[in-house]
């Protein structure tokens, strides 16, 4: 139930950011709401499957709650009146209220197109070229929901800590389907190249969920192309196997907030099936089998890639079988597994202190237990 009430949250979340959008599509809000019921049936049975679990859960939430009051000494208590905001640079709050305009930087040119998010203190903020780390971004969302700036906050804590962040806005099904969305994410690359004058080695290229899947199309696209290989690689709970079949997936049913019926509508939509109800024989439906020739992993990948999976997510299997895959081909591939969380656990990790971070005073030090998930994803200026 509580991972079942932070997706109706996230959900309705996403329908608040990009309502203009949905409100011309009927059709989405009755997914959404329907998706609200299905969560809703789940988490009634899971109650009764997974009831002591749950409640450990529970437990480990309000312990957490009586923890993180100790976060707010000298008057750092958080808003009472907060509202969902896709764009922080509309914020009022302390930390960016002087440079709302430096925060994200639109970019449009050709098929690439995106948001800088800047390097550093805002007041002083690091140009792109002279970063010694620059991550091209893919936000998550099943190629259906989402944006480049859905998850700004989080990404201003990780470009503080490690890189300059280039979010690209990639074209959502079913308003484009693949290879749309590859094409872009080479436009965008090629971008960070040629016209921002960026060194490949000091490109780290990083996605989440769907996002993660972006990523690996486009490492597979580079085979095809004279372009250098960027220098790393960053997934988290990568969207590695569009087939949604394996055996997590039902293992952990209740223990997480995704859906394999709206995942499979998803990729309906993102790649339409056959008239036999087949998926097409692309390479990137699955990327968990073995690969030969230009697209074995070691060719693939870059020099190093860090993965990052939860315990509980219902692509775990896939994420192990595909680094099973990749490092049989030689490829360096590191992998985190976070026990006891759902999928995507680094941005809701950081929903109950964005609010803090936001009202921190210019130059304040981020307490340590702010913003954990974006700490932890800024281990890209390692990789």
């Not at 970063?131 to 998850?151: I, N, Q, R, T």
């Not at 895959?325 to 590191?334: E, K």
């Not at 981020?366 to 200026?381: D, F, H, W, Y």
Request: proline fraction near 6%; charged fraction near 20%; include cysteine.
């Amino acid at each position: 139930m509580v991972y079942g009430c932070e997706y109706v949250l996230r959900s309705c979340e996403i329908l608040y950011m990009h309502y203009e959008d949905t409100k011309k599509y009927l059709r989405t809000v009755r997914d959404v709401a329907q998706l609200m019921s299905q969560i809703a049936i789940d988490a009634t049975h899971a109650a009764k499957v997974y009831g002591d679990s749950i409640l450990e859960k529970v437990d480990r939430i309000e312990q957490s709650l009586q923890e993180h009051s100790a976060l707010y000494p000298q008057g750092l208590e958080p808003s009472t009146e907060s509202h969902v905001q896709s764009d922080p640079s509309s914020s009022s709050t302390a930390q960016f209220m002087n440079w709302k305009d430096e925060l994200c930087i639109r970019v449009s040119e050709g098929l690439c197109s995106g948001y800088w998010i800047c390097q550093g203190p805002p007041e002083k903020p690091l140009r792109p070229k002279d970063s010694d780390v620059v991550l091209l971004w893919f936000h998550g969302g099943a190629y259906y929901l989402g944006g480049p700036l859905g998850e700004a906050v989080a990404l201003l804590r990780t470009a503080e800590c490690a890189a300059s962040i280039f979010s690209v806005d990639y074209t959502l099904a079913p308003f484009a389907t693949y290879p749309r969305q590859q094409e872009e994410a080479v436009a965008a690359y090629r971008h960070l190249l040629f016209n921002e004058g960026i060194e490949a080695s000091r490109i780290v290229v990083g996605g989440e969920s769907a996002g993660g899947h972006l990523a690996l199309s486009f490492l597979l696209a580079l085979t095809e192309t004279t372009l250098p290989k960027p220098g790393g690689s960053l997934l988290l709970c990568p969207w590695s196997n569009l087939t949604n079949e394996s055996p997590s997936f039902k293992r952990d049913r209740y223990k997480d907030a995704l859906n394999k019926h709206l995942l499979d509508r998803d990729v309906n939509t993102f790649i339409p099936r056959d008239l036999s109800g087949h998926l097409p024989p692309l390479a990137i439906v699955n990327f968990t089998r073995p690969f030969t020739g230009r697209q074995a992993w070691k060719q693939v990948l870059p020099a190093h890639s860090w993965i990052s999976i939860s315990g509980h997510d219902i692509f775990l299997d896939d994420t192990h079988n595909l680094v099973h895959q990749a490092r049989l081909d030689g490829a360096l591939v590191d992998l985190e597994i976070t026990d006891g969380e759902p999928h995507g656990w680094q941005f809701a990790a950081n929903k109950a202190s964005e609010m803090i971070y936001s009202n921190l005073p210019p130059n304040k030090e981020v307490p340590e237990r702010v913003m954990p998930g974006s700490t932890n994803v800024a281990k890209v200026g390692e990789i």
